[in-house]
């Protein structure tokens, strides 16, 4: 009586991430040459700005439109760049995701169309998700401004914003049109976003590739000193290894339970939500680094040099390893107001079991599906013993394992 | 100066589309074990129902708990099922979406829950958009109602609101979990729903498979007759063709121009919003066939015996070929109140060049990127013309194209 019919739908999706200086002046081809028009007639494009980039670089509505008037046979520009607030409060305030697809609707930007995206990672998320859900998904291309939407979250296939106070909670799994990563935009960052951002550099380095970790050593200062060159290599290697695992791993849309990639993020994302996102994603992921290794390493797991590296690193490139919302985990998982329940949320979003990506060495990880709480408070002390230990701007602390 | 990463992003998406009768009888398995559960945990399942079909079955409600009470072991039902109006103005009035996901978060439903939604093609659309965006897509399985909903758009990828007065602007690409198709919902239906289903399978009957055409030919009497048997094979057949296209055709996101499987739709869609969804889509589809058809048939595309046999079959499945409204396309092309117009709101909606699937035989295709306006004026006269002859019960007039 019952039949069964399988479906099988296999879909390639295809983008390029372009690493260029200065965009937007008039002879540089890049956007021109990545916005291929079907019809002859000049490319349709929406743009859209995040405004802490405006304020960083005044003339960036001035030059947006003067780039368009120079390439007006093969670029049209819709309307003026419609300015949105930059950082988390785009994703959080309801409105932002209406008032770009009223901008798409208004300006008939269609699947053939262009939304050209210039900002931060949460700018780029927000705007991503309208583009996706217009039309069932109109070109995004995404101009990242940060270090970390350059080497991580704007080379990615993933678009959201926050709903029933949960950060990413709407979204979908979405790939660009294209990826342009301007290092100029760069020189503008505050230090705290310019060393956050490599947090995701350490992070995929310590899962992927031990020689990156090890040029990431050698280059620590000149990356504190703001060595543009150093950061240009650490932005491209981050980028080129996340793309390699989201191509590679065979689970780009995240319909199993692993996600390799997510190291240290469970207890990041908690934290970022604990200290009412005063704390920044980079500085978060820095956080849970330094705890999972060093569950890592108590658990036996990772051998206690390679932990001292990783704490050494995060240190010398000024990346946080404590804050004192981590303390309260030392307390209850049940208990919303620690990081230990975010090990729970961390589940729930994903669904299915828990599974936490935990190193066996730099550049080698597993996956376990269960955490000790108490080794986990063990950490939390060790990391604050750390953090209460004096530093200098040249020497740093050798973490020990023994207590 | 400037570097590139060329990305590459495989993904394969599998599902299965069950045939089954009395789905929630409890001795029927199909439910159970198309529910997975990876966790060992029985699996945790919010359901929503179509209020048109809860009216039409006032025991779905207390069937479908009996069913999870019997299968307590296997399936956890989180809530009682959630209720949502019927038929379009689902899709048109707004809150139903975020309806879904509040239920979706306040029951704790994530990527390894399910929604399991039961009801026509309208409400399948909306729980879909409301489940491919929370969690970026948590599993949705279809139970579609309608014979439309089986045999066409419940066993695709897409789903969608409307907004800003277009239908379907709001959407996604987003794979069901599984799709259980159980034919004893249709013997519900109102004749116009049964047989408006049927414009679907001469549709892809027509682009696609001689066969399946000269078998709706001989069982056209049964079909008009409401043979269970006969509306089987045309909904399995029919699904089974649009599966086959949406697996091999390429393009199942439609990321080009091309939507072969959209014969008759751009007429069709604007014919929907033009009557305010008075006329239904199987049936606008079906005027939509008519007048590609003649139009085809007069540029000298279309044999005239095929022509005449897809006219006499439409005629035979009692589907209207003309309505009043499609009088109005006499008129300019750039007027929104008359057909015509829906040319290029068909092509915007799409993006890029005007594609148009228009048949060279029954069972092939072939695309056109212009239409004349002239020629279709002629052929509205001509279906006019057919509409308005008598017919009786058991003949049917010979349409010619000689006028």
């Not at 729930?348 to 828990?354: D, V």
Request: charge should be negative.
């Amino acid at each position: 009586m019952t039949r069964v019919l399988e479906q099988t739908v296999p879909v390639t999706f295809r983008y390029a991430v372009h690493f260029t200086h200065g965009l937007f002046q008039a002879h540089n081809p890049v956007l021109c040459t990545a916005l291929a028009s079907a019809t002859g007639e000049p490319a349709k494009v929406l743009c859209v700005l995040d405004g802490g980039v405006s304020q960083a670089f005044p003339d960036l509505g001035a030059r947006v439109a003067a780039y368009f008037a120079a390439h007006a046979d093969a670029l049209h520009l819709v309307a003026p760049p419609l300015t949105v607030p930059g950082g988390e409060r785009v994703k959080q305030e309801a409105g932002w995701v209406r008032a770009v697809q009223d901008a798409i609707h208004m300006h008939g930007i269609d699947r053939h169309s262009y939304v050209v995206v210039v900002g931060g990672g949460a700018v780029l998320d927000m705007v991503g998700f309208a583009a996706a859900t217009a039309h069932r998904g109109v070109r995004l291309v995404r101009v990242p401004t940060t270090v970390l939407a350059q080497n991580d979250s704007g080379v990615g296939v993933k678009n959201s914003v926050n709903a029933y106070g949960k950060k990413n909670w709407l979204g979908t799994f979405a790939p660009p049109y294209a990826v342009l990563n301007d290092l100029t935009f760069l020189t503008a960052l505050e230090d705290r976003d310019w060393l956050g951002g490599l947090a995701e550099a350490v992070k995929v380095a310590l899962l992927k590739d031990a020689a990156f970790f090890a040029w990431l050593e050698e280059q620590a200062g000149a990356l504190v000193a703001r060595d543009l060159e150093a950061m240009e290599y650490a932005v491209y290697r981050c980028a080129e290894l996340h793309l390699a695992h989201i191509a590679g791993a065979g689970d780009p849309f995240e319909l199993g339970s692993s996600r390799p990639l997510d190291f240290g993020h469970w207890a990041a994302h908690k934290l970022e939500s604990l200290t009412g996102y005063a704390l920044r994603h980079g500085e978060a992921v820095a956080v849970g680094l330094a705890l999972d290794c060093t569950y890592g390493a108590l658990q036996g797991m990772l051998p206690e040099t390679d932990w001292q590296r990783v704490l050494r690193l995060l240190l010398a490139l000024k990346l946080p390893v404590y804050v004192p919302e981590l303390g309260t985990s030392a307390q209850d998982p049940a208990d919303p107001r620690g990081v230990l329940s975010g090990l729970n949320e961390f589940r729930e979003h994903l669904g299915g079991r828990l599974t936490i990506p935990l190193l066996t060495a730099i550049g080698h990880a597993t996956e376990v599906h269960a955490m000790d709480a108490d080794v986990l408070r063990r950490s939390v002390e060790l990391l604050r013993d750390l953090h209460d230990q004096p530093r200098g701007a040249s020497w740093l602390p050798t973490p020990t394992l023994a207590s």
